[in-house]
Structure formats: C-alpha cells, structure tokens
C-alpha cells in the first residue's frame, strides 16, 4: 500500500495539552493500522510561537524526529533543549515533554507514540 503525501487525513488541536495556538496534524497512520502496537504516528506542525503544552506519557512513549524549523523542547525537570531538523526528542515512559517553535518557521515533526 501507498498512500500519497498530501493525502493523509489533516486536524487541528486548539491549545494542544495546554499550549499556545494551534497544533496541525497530518495522521499518517490510523490506530488500526498499527496492530496494537501504538496509537499515532504522524506528521506534525508548529507554526512560530505556538506549542504543544507540557504532558506526561504515562502509558506509552513518544519519538518525535524534527523534519524542518527551530525549536525548543522542555523536560519534565524544567531543562529546555534547542532543536532542528535531524534531531529527535525520545520521550520514555513515565517522563514528560513540551515542544515550542521558537523559530520564524513552521516547525514540523514526525510524531510516533508507542504503547510500553
């Protein structure tokens, strides 16, 4: 199976975990299509200064590879951690994450939350 770039079924999240503005997501994969194994797998968007809130992954992890844009990623020990594209943020289970485009681009990431 292929599916076509562009042809992915698109939302947007107001305030995504508390964050500022929006977050637009381009969903990949369905969570069928995973086979249990996860539950997104997805491109997402940041535009500038709009964020994804602080939250915890309580029962699952999350990757997230940054394709293009600048940002900053937050810890849940306040730590904030400059990234662009080529770097990935690996969120385990039980630890926490906020992601702020801090840039004058969109910041776009590939998002992947896996069941533990």
């Known amino acids: 199976m292929v599916i076509q770039d ?3 079924p ?9 964050g500022e ?11 069928e299509q995973m086979h249990s194994k996860g539950r997104l797998f ?6 500038p200064g709009h964020s994804v809130g602080y939250h915890v992954h309580e029962k699952d992890m999350e990757i997230c590879f940054f394709l293009s844009g600048t940002g900053i990623v937050e810890d849940e020990t306040g730590t904030k951690t400059a ?3 080529g770097d990935t943020n690996i969120v385990d289970v039980g630890h926490g994450h906020k ?15 896996l069941y533990a």
């Open 42 to 47: 997805a491109r997402g968007t940041l535009q």
């Open 10 to 18: 698109t939302r947007v999240i107001e305030h995504m975990m508390g």
């Open 6 to 8: 562009h042809a992915y």
């Open 99 to 113: 992601i702020v485009n801090t840039g004058t681009q969109p910041l776009q990431y590939l998002a992947v939350i």
């Open 21 to 31: 503005g929006r977050f637009e997501i381009e969903d990949i994969l369905q969570p």
């Open 83 to 85: 990234v662009q594209a």
